[in-house]
């Protein structure tokens, strides 16, 4: 009788000659089998599935935002965990933890959709009471920022300018002696 055996997703599953079984018992007290082996691999993949699903979290979604553009709040789920993600300190060399990366689920864009995306986990927030009454009292200040930018271009556009009059005796020089050729602004 060999032993036959592979390891998925830190299971070990081995191979039973007498009854032609792939099985796996060592999963949350109960033995998993089936004469396929990607059979058996699906079943420990639905367990998990499951297992995400059970234990999912309801959060906010905190959009970038940035140059003007209005950072949106949505409503996602947190369905997996992907890991950290680690950065290399150049100064150092040593790789250092940078953030927690997870797979969220949201209706984005402003369709009925729902979509899947790899996060960081710093632009998530609990979906409390604070968090939406901070990200009003956000949604305020960016609206009188915005506001505030307006009028400062409308005051930058009205600041007077020169005109072709200013550098008459330049353009004379560059033209000739005729700047009746040259632009008028209106």
Not at 2 to 26: A, F, L, M, P, Q
Not at 65 to 70: A, D, I, K, S, V
Not at 122 to 128: C, N, P
Not at 145 to 173: C, F, H, M, S
Request: proline share 1%; hydrophobic share 30%; glycine share 6%.
């Amino acid at each position: 009788m060999s032993d036959i055996k592979t390891v998925y997703r830190g299971h070990v599953i081995r191979y039973n000659d007498n009854s032609e079984e792939w099985y796996c018992s060592d999963i949350e007290g109960k033995g998993y089998s089936n004469e396929k082996l990607s059979r058996l691999k699906a079943a420990i993949d639905k367990m998990y599935l499951d297992r995400r699903k059970k234990v999912s979290i309801r959060v906010l979604e905190i959009g970038h935002g940035g140059h003007g553009r209005y950072s949106e709040l949505t409503d996602a789920i947190i369905i997996e965990y992907l890991g950290a993600i680690y950065s290399r300190n150049y100064r150092t060399g040593v790789n250092e933890f940078d953030y927690h990366k997870v797979a969220v689920s949201a209706k984005r864009d402003r369709t009925d959709k729902l979509t899947r995306q790899e996060k960081r986990l710093s632009d998530l927030a609990d979906d409390t009471p604070e968090v939406r009454a901070a990200y009003e009292e956000y949604t305020r200040v960016f609206n009188e920022a915005q506001e505030l930018y307006r009028k400062a271009e409308g005051l930058r556009e009205a600041i007077p300018r020169l005109t072709i009059d200013a550098i008459l005796e330049l353009v004379q020089i560059k033209t000739g002696g005729n700047a009746d050729d040259v632009g008028r602004d209106a």
